[in-house]
């Protein structure tokens, strides 16, 4: 794994846990990523939403990378994504340094925390 992306997202999670509380790991800021794209705020979702949720951090943060594209909302305004290619057989450490990369360029392009630079 890159030692920067790892410094880097310790960094981000620093910041987030300033915003939001300790306890910070990738699937708490992938939910926090959901919401914020649900963009209705924060209120008690079901499991289903949840991982609904989830699957909307995922679809936005690989959406720059060329693997989903935006298709819309729904009624409901749930974003919907279509997948245009899928991701390479990675293992789990090749999966968690991409999900933290992407977290990282979601965040600091969204302002949601300061871009700083490492190494």
């Known amino acids: 794994m890159d030692f920067n992306v790892e410094l880097r997202f310790q960094e981000v999670v620093k910041e987030l846990e300033e915003q939001f509380g300790g306890g910070m790991d990738v699937q708490a800021i992938l939910f926090l990523i959901g919401v914020n794209e649900l963009g209705i705020g924060y209120k008690d979702f079901s499991k289903s939403e949840k991982t609904d949720l989830l699957h909307v951090a995922i679809c936005t943060l690989l959406e720059p990378h060329g693997y989903y ?16 290619k899928k ?22 392009a969204n302002e949601y925390v300061s871009k700083k630079a490492v190494g």
Do not use: C, S, V
């Open 87 to 108: 991701l390479p057989p990675l293992q789990d450490r090749e999966q968690q340094h991409l999900i933290k990369e992407a977290i990282i360029d979601y965040m600091e």
């Open 69 to 84: 594209e935006f298709e819309g909302r729904d009624t409901e305004n749930w974003p919907h994504f279509k997948l245009l």
